[in-house]
Nanobody, 125 residues
């Protein structure tokens, strides 16, 4: 069993930065692949990034490549999402999710096992 808590969201001006955290409680977090997803009002949830458990390989949606960076600190049971050069279209509720596999994906239809409650990111001047 794993519980995930996201933090770090807030109101940021366009062009600004945020660092989101996803902290897990439970055992063997290092064995879990973790993904970050977001959902804007009236839109479907979309995957933005994920990180493997085994080798730390990362994946990004095309819309965030070069601006988002995912990382993990297994000693702190935490996965981070650094968001730079924020755009209005980045706004939404950001969720992290985990599954006990070695590899991750952000493809639609893949079911992660554990989800956090989300943290709100608002981009506005």
């Amino acid at each position: 069993q794993l519980q995930l808590v996201e933090s770090g969201g807030g109101l940021v001006q366009p062009g600004g930065s945020l660092k989101l955290s996803c902290t897990a409680s439970g055992r063997h977090f290092e064995d879990y692949a973790v993904g970050w997803f977001r959902q804007a009002p009236g839109k479907e949830r979309e995957g933005v990034s994920c990180i493997d458990s085994s080798d730390g390989n990362t994946r990004y949606a095309n819309s965030v490549k070069g601006r988002f960076a995912i990382s993990r600190d297994n000693g702190k049971n935490t996965v981070y999402l650094q968001i730079n050069t924020l755009k209005p279209e980045d706004a939404g509720v950001y969720y992290c999710a985990a599954i006990p596999t070695s590899w991750c994906t952000i493809q639609a239809g893949f079911e992660y096992e554990y989800w956090g409650q989300g943290t709100q990111v608002t981009v506005s001047s």
